[in-house]
């Protein structure tokens, strides 16, 4: 009977290694599709656009003055 040392010892636990290193890989997939620094640019986009939005209708005459430096605000423009 032939050993080969160092790993016989892991081959009762061949199916959950295989079965862990799947859920790792899952995982890691999962946490670069919602890491969050990946939306970082798109919420600065968003606003910067939302203030541009602001900015025209004030220009048009939409919003009164207050209104416009309130919303500025929330904004955090």
């Known amino acids: ?3 080969f040392w ?3 010892f892991f ?31 798109g919420t600065v986009a968003s606003r910067s656009e939302a203030l541009a939005i602001l900015e025209a209708r004030y220009a048009r005459g939409e919003i009164q003055r207050d209104e416009y430096l309130q919303k500025k605000a929330d904004l955090g423009g």
Request: aromatic share 22%; hydrophobic share 60%.
């Open 11 to 41: 081959w009762p636990f061949h199916g959950f290694l295989t079965l862990l290193l799947i859920i790792v890989i899952v995982v890691l997939i999962f946490h670069h599709q919602t890491n969050p620094f990946a939306h970082t640019a």
């Open 1 to 3: 009977m032939f050993h």
């Open 6 to 8: 160092p790993f016989w």
